[in-house]
């Protein structure tokens, strides 16, 4: 850790590796700069956070061809509901917290639209400090859940999400405790998704894809995989950064062309871990979207219904079953492979970022394959439900 410094990404300032959210000169996103350490050193030294639950080298897994309305053969689900807490957030809170508890912190602050706050609540747990939970007050009942029973004070903020942001700022500032928002605002977090780049780029022979697909908030991960794959030379995948289109400020900069992001207003959209305005951080967004620009990719909304399609081809089409931000990325991957923007041939990842379980409201909404039966019913109620699904039953 000692050859670390943080640099500020605007202007370029360099500060020594301490617990600090942005550049003191210019207010700019810091980034970790590990000077000569890189490579496999470099990842050696991430890949054994002090504080771990096993976060990390999820499946790559292949749609399975027919299970798409198009496309399908060259597309491949990251599957990061895999992580511990049931996120990619276990990622960078595991760096986060290792880091802040080498610097001295005694308990971990956390906005979040919920899987960042169940992540951080489930680190805390395991580091045994105490954790501060701040999450809109509509956010799903079973993120809430899930950060409550790993012990955190959980405090629903009125509002949409700016509001939980901007009351992490101070309670960190008050309590001394360390801010793991996800933001782009703890610079070790962000700097360990860069592992997502690497396990990609293991995963499909030490090659790129042509296009990674994104959820995208304010869009550390979008920095991540980038990151990542720069780390292993040779050519970007584009980033198809994904919005929900109640919640879009990144995509609306995008299509028109403009230089920088503005926040967004009241978000309005399924998507909860996607629903982020950033209103106060609109330069978060301004980053990413030179990011993706960079790599010659996109960024795209996508409606509710067309997340709830894409959460059913996931769950029923492909045995992964995804909250509605995790299947955002599926959902844009096939607008954009109907419209022709993702060409026949190109090989797609989709990020698929947060478990299910998650948010189950959303499930309970769709219509299911179910029937009651009486107790002693015969069996061939069964093979009739199965032909009324498409199945054919019996020993043929
Ligand atoms: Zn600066």
Known sequence: MNTMSLCCVSCGANYPATLRYACDACGGILEVDRGAETGEAWAAGLVSPAVTLGEGWTPLLQARPGSLASGGGMLWFKDETRNPSGSFKDRLVSAALTTALAFGSKGLVCASSGN???????????AGIPAVILVPERTP?????????YGALLVK??????NSYAMALAVAQETGFVNVTTTFINPYGTDALRLVGHELHAQLGDSAPDWVVVPTGSG???KGVVQGFADKGGRLPKILAVQAEGCAPIVRA????????????????????ISDPLIGYERDGTYTLDLVRRTGGKAVAVTDDQIRS???ALAAGNGIFAEPTGASSLAAALKLIESGEIAAGERVVCMVTGHGFKDFGIYRQMPVHEIRVEAGAPASVITQALAGMGHSGGND
């Open 141 to 149: 009942t079973e993120k809430m859940a899930q950060i409550a029973a």
């Open 220 to 222: 550390p991960l979008v």
């Open 157 to 162: 903020v009125e509002g949409h999400y700016s």
């Open 116 to 126: 960042a706050g169940a992540s951080a609540a489930a680190y805390a747990a395991r």
């Open 254 to 273: 995008f299509e028109d062309n403009a230089a920088a992001v503005s926040a967004w207003g009241e978000p309005k959209t399924i998507a909860s871990g």
């Open 310 to 312: 894409a959460m059913r």
